[in-house]
């Protein structure tokens, strides 16, 4: 090919290999692709040719960019995830649910045992302030068993909702 070109002239894909210094191969699979259209001049074929290669240097070329794009935000958003759980669970404020689960447990036996000794505090306090009255046990006791059972009950549930929801880290 000579050292001048017509610009305007029709593009050939060997020409036009030869202008920008690759394979005919690579020119038709811009042909092929309908980047480069056929009958069109080598000014135009330019044209799209640098754009093209403008969006790909930009990170801007085709699908498989996207999908690159897609992947190192999809990891980025994932380590600042990662990042953030592990700040807060360094602070403090942020607890695996099993240990949850086991606290929310511990304070259930707690309230538990506090019902039962206030139950049995009522009865005494009853007992030696009046101690012409007479009343089954049960008068008190079965209020503090259910209360007790609810706080079981609540506990439970609370803790089996908790690590079913993902509740923790």
């Known amino acids: 090919m000579s050292s001048v070109i017509d610009l305007d002239a029709a593009a050939t894909q060997s020409g036009f290999a030869d202008l920008?210094?690759?394979t005919k191969q690579a020119i038709n699979k811009r042909v092929e692709k309908g980047l480069l259209s056929r009958g069109g001049t080598y000014r135009e074929w330019l044209k799209v040719y640098i754009d093209?290669?403008?969006s790909e240097a930009a990170?801007?070329?085709?699908d498989a960019q996207k999908t690159l794009?897609?992947?190192r935000i999809e990891e980025s958003t994932e380590k600042t995830l990662?990042?953030?759980?592990?700040n807060l669970k360094e602070m403090g404020i942020l607890a695996p649910a099993e240990e949850f689960v086991a606290a929310a447990s511990v304070f259930a036996r707690e309230v538990n045992g506090a019902i039962s000794e206030l139950g049995s505090v009522v009865k005494a306090k009853f007992r030696s302030q009046f101690e012409d009255l007479e009343f089954e046990d049960d008068l008190i006791d079965e209020p503090v068993r259910s209360a007790s059972r609810r706080v079981a009950k609540n506990a439970e549930k609370l803790g089996e909702?908790?690590?079913a929801g993902g509740g923790g880290y």
Do not use: K, M, P, Y
């Open 20 to 22: 920008v210094g690759c």
């Open 161 to 163: 909702d908790f690590l």
């Open 52 to 54: 093209d290669l403008r």
């Open 82 to 86: 990662a990042l953030r759980l592990a």
């Open 59 to 62: 990170g801007r070329g085709g």
């Open 69 to 71: 794009t897609e992947q």
